[in-house]
């Protein structure tokens, strides 16, 4: 396939503080997604997807629940003798202490990164929620001949720190950048996804090595004047998590047929760790409306403009709307939640409510009971 | 080999099912969909796998093209293994001649060489046509507890179904002292599941013998048992209590799939400790929309419901639009229910299509004679017509066109 000549690189906890409720206890890449996924499962799939078949995933803190969720990669044909996934875990060469930014996570995977033998890397973090072409990404790379090709959108950006806006020629060259402090009008930001030559790349992180740089974006703006830089424009479903609330506002839009449409498509799946949960079960006097529900679920209660994840209970009289209930919870008899979300295996006692608003959900964290 | 399994299984998927009509045109039996994301044989792998068993050899003969894509490596019941795991086996030519396994004894035959390989102390058969969860590990235990030549599973069945199994008469003891097969007037009400445990070195020697033998139908029931028996080996029952199910007819496919929606009837799929591992297609969660209503029923991956479901098992990725109704029905995989259709005491196979206001079955209440009554039955990837009407017991093989 065409992009089998291109090195996968996935930085798990890449942005982990935008969303410090759920990722406590798990990576950026681990935040459990669209009733039985999880963040990583997007660029994994995507990279799979466009046949790239070495993948590299940079972890740096609390990746335990990450590397049970990909395990050693067979869920995305990824487990093999040659090439495959493997997991890159902090290493501290002497002198260096805790791996900071992103350049010192890469830097110390470069012996990994020039064993590949690949012409090209792909970079990306894991809160960008989209089927992207890859393969078309890199056939758009190769076409220009460029050094460094990045993704972007056209729209109003996330409410992110450090957001990139690209600035490109009429051939699609970037010839600026700048970050972001607009949050209004429709711009060209970066997805934080990008192609980029490997000798370049290894350069550049010799460079940022010996001069202390840690932000990799900010050492690719700095030479915008002397790579070739190109944008690749994305479109269709993209969005981007920087935020609870942006996590709960962009999980409801799944309820919507046709940006479910464009996420998951039968030419290109997402792959998912698979739990062999039993069909969900929907007993006598059930009422679901304007829902997703994952498998291994049983509802006896109502449920309204919510996601279930794998293995909910929801009891009799029980009554969820506009939440997110994750894996393995027990919502109790007469219980009520609107706007919540509730982390795994969490328990709710018979006769209890929870409620926000859809502009502030309440948050419950892992295995709490209340 | 590395280490030398204790017992092997020996699973026999070859048969046709042909009582099931359709919907063994182009699978075998054990391929057949069951329980919104299973296949049949789905059940004695994971009960292998789960009882500690991890060298499965899979006999297959008829249509084996969808049986063998889906066992593949055996994955999605860690089958896939570096000593021992899932091994399909066909008939082969041989310098003799090619053969066509004759009769289940047969089958094993043809395979002793498969099983030296791996000089098991023990061998258990299996068929792939059953639903039933069983720890074939406490078997085996009981198997050696009794010093026995031959373990044969078996359950008690209602006594007016009694006639239609074969039937063993069991002494205090647990050891078999008569065999009856499909007697008009049984003695006993205590039926064999064919399930079997043999000592490898006995069993190889009936086979060896029973193969010499002019005249023998090669089959383990009729055959290869009764010898033993006649020849005084320790032959033991070993009763089983739990939900078994013969899926080898439609009426008994719809019953045992409907099951699963009955609280009383012990068959928890959802057990962590004994989990049915299947294949599975790479779905979202399902969507049910604004307007549906969905009751007592199992949906699964993929699926986007917006009709009415009532006592129903769904597949992965069926699609009921709006204003369809599903009743008393078993969908496969990828079928589409189009908006007024009503599908009603049937199963549908994959990839079929029923086009709006398509009725298909019947409620055996609007029956003007009850005996006319029974599933229908449409096959994979037909299409019904706009409007269109199926009789309940019908079996659709080809497209209906619309009724206008």
């Given at each position: 396939m065409a992009a089998n000549n291109v090195l996968g690189i996935i930085f798990s906890n890449a942005n982990d503080e935008v969303i410090p409720e759920l990722t406590a206890l798990r990576t950026m890449g681990s935040i459990p997604f669209a009733g039985r996924y999880r963040l990583i499962d997007?660029?994994?799939?995507?990279?799979?997807?466009?046949?790239?078949?070495?993948?590299?995933?940079?972890?740096?803190s609390n990746y335990r629940s990450l590397m049970d969720h990909i395990g050693s990669g067979k869920a995305w044909d990824l487990s093999r003798k040659r090439e495959g996934m493997t997991i890159l875990p902090p290493y501290n060469l002497p002198g260096t202490g805790m791996i900071k930014g992103k350049a010192d996570a890469l830097y110390n995977s470069i012996n990994y990164i020039e064993k590949s033998g690949k012409d090209h890397v792909l970079l990306t973090d894991c809160n960008v929620i989209c089927n992207?072409?890859?393969?078309?990404?890199?056939?758009?790379?190769?076409?220009?001949?460029?050094?460094?090709?990045?993704?972007?959108?056209?729209?109003?950006?996330?409410?992110?720190?450090?957001?990139?806006?690209?600035?490109?020629?009429?051939?699609?060259?970037?010839?600026?950048?700048?970050?972001?402090?607009?949050?209004?009008?429709?711009?060209?930001?970066s997805l934080k996804v990008m192609i980029i030559r490997r000798t370049l790349l290894e350069r550049l992180l010799h460079e940022a090595h010996s001069s202390k740089i840690d932000d990799f974006e900010t050492i690719i703006c700095n030479n915008v004047k002397h790579i070739r830089i190109y944008g690749y424009e994305v479109t269709g479903f993209i969005k981007v998590i920087g935020s609870l609330q942006s996590y709960y506002d962009i999980s409801l839009e799944l309820l919507k047929l046709e940006n479910r449409k464009e996420l998951f498509t039968a030419d290109r799946p997402v792959y998912t760790k698979v739990r062999d949960e039993v069909p969900a079960f929907y007993g006598i006097g059930a009422s679901v409306k304007n829902s997703l529900i994952a498998d291994g679920c049983r509802i006896e209660g109502e449920v309204e403009n919510s996601i279930l994840f794998r293995g909910v209970t929801v009891a009799k009289g029980a009554k969820i709307k506009n939440s997110i209930v994750m894996q393995g919870s027990f919502i109790g008899e007469n219980s009520t939640l609107d706007c919540v979300i509730i982390d795994k295996a969490a328990v709710l006692k018979p006769n209890k409510m929870l409620c926000g608003a859809s502009n502030y959900p309440v948050y419950i964290g892992k295995g709490i009971v209340i | 080999m590395a280490v030398k399994p204790e017992c092997i299984a020996m699973l026999l998927a070859g048969g046709q099912g042909s009582r099931l009509g359709i919907l063994t045109k182009n699978i075998a039996k054990p391929a057949v969909p069951y329980g919104g994301k299973y296949r049949i044989i789905d059940f004695p792998l994971s009960n292998c796998v789960n009882s500690g068993i991890y060298t499965v050899g899979v006999l297959t003969q008829y249509q084996p093209l969808e049986l063998n894509d889906y066992i593949g490596n055996g994955q999605p019941w860690d089958l896939d293994r570096a000593n021992g795991g899932v091994h399909i086996l066909s008939p082969y030519q041989q310098i003799k001649g090619t053969e066509w396994y004759k009769g289940t004894a047969n089958a094993i035959y043809q395979n002793i060489n498969f099983i030296e390989r791996y000089d098991p102390e023990y061998v258990l058969i299996l068929s792939g046509d059953h639903i039933y969860k069983m720890d074939y590990a406490k078997m085996l235990d009981y198997h050696k507890e009794k010093n026995a030549d031959c373990t044969i599973a078996m359950l008690e069945v209602p006594w007016e179904e009694a006639s239609r199994f074969g039937l063993m008469i069991v002494n205090d003891d647990g050891s078999i002292s008569e065999f009856e097969e499909k007697p008009k007037n049984p003695r006993s009400n205590k039926a064999s599941m064919g399930v079997y445990i043999f000592n490898w070195k006995k069993l190889r020697q009936y086979l060896?013998?029973?193969?010499?033998?002019?005249?023998?139908?090669?089959?383990?029931?009729?055959?290869?048992?009764?010898?033993?028996?006649?020849?005084?080996?320790?032959?033991?029952?070993?009763?089983?209590?739990?939900?078994?199910?013969?899926?080898?007819?439609?009426?008994?496919?719809?019953?045992?799939?409907?099951?699963?929606?009955?609280?009383?009837?012990?068959?928890?799929?959802?057990?962590?400790?004994?989990?049915?591992?299947?294949?599975?297609?790479?779905?979202?969660?399902?969507?049910?929309?604004?307007?549906?209503?969905?009751?007592?029923?199992?949906?699964?991956?993929?699926?986007?419901?917006?009709?009415?479901?009532?006592?129903?098992?769904?597949?992965?990725?069926?699609?009921?639009?709006?204003?369809?109704e599903v009743k008393y029905s078993i969908v496969m995989p990828g079928t589409v229910i189009k908006k007024g259709a009503v599908v009603q005491y049937s199963i549908v196979a994959e990839n079929a299509v029923i086009e709006e206001g398509a009725v298909v079955g019947e409620s055996p209440e609007n029956m003007a004679n009850v005996e006319d009554w029974g599933v229908a039955v449409i096959g994979n990837g037909v299409t019904i017509g706009k409007g269109a009407k199926v009789e309940p017991q019908a079996m659709i093989d080809s497209d209906i066109g619309g009724a206008e």
């Open positions: 997007f660029p994994l799939s995507n990279m799979v997807n466009a046949g790239i078949s070495k993948v590299g995933v940079i972890t740096k992207m072409d890859y393969e078309a990404l890199y056939k758009a790379h190769v076409a220009n001949d460029a050094d460094v090709t990045v993704a972007y959108a056209k729209g109003i950006p996330p409410r992110m720190e450090a957001n990139t806006e690209i600035i490109m020629d009429e051939n699609s060259r970037v010839t600026d950048t700048k970050i972001l402090d607009c949050y209004s009008s429709d711009v060209n930001y | 060896i013998e029973d193969e010499a033998k002019e005249g023998s139908g090669n089959d383990f029931g009729h055959d290869v048992i009764p010898a033993m028996h006649n020849d005084g080996q320790r032959m033991f029952a070993y009763q089983f209590d739990g939900y078994w199910k013969d899926v080898g007819t439609i009426n008994s496919l719809w019953d045992a799939n409907l099951d699963l929606l009955n609280p009383k009837v012990d068959l928890d799929l959802n057990d962590d400790s004994w989990r049915i591992y299947s294949r599975s297609p790479a779905a979202p969660p399902h969507y049910i929309g604004e307007n549906a209503k969905v009751e007592n029923s199992m949906v699964t991956e993929g699926c986007e419901i917006g009709g009415n479901i009532d006592f129903s098992v769904l597949f992965a990725n069926v699609t009921v639009e709006e204003g369809a």
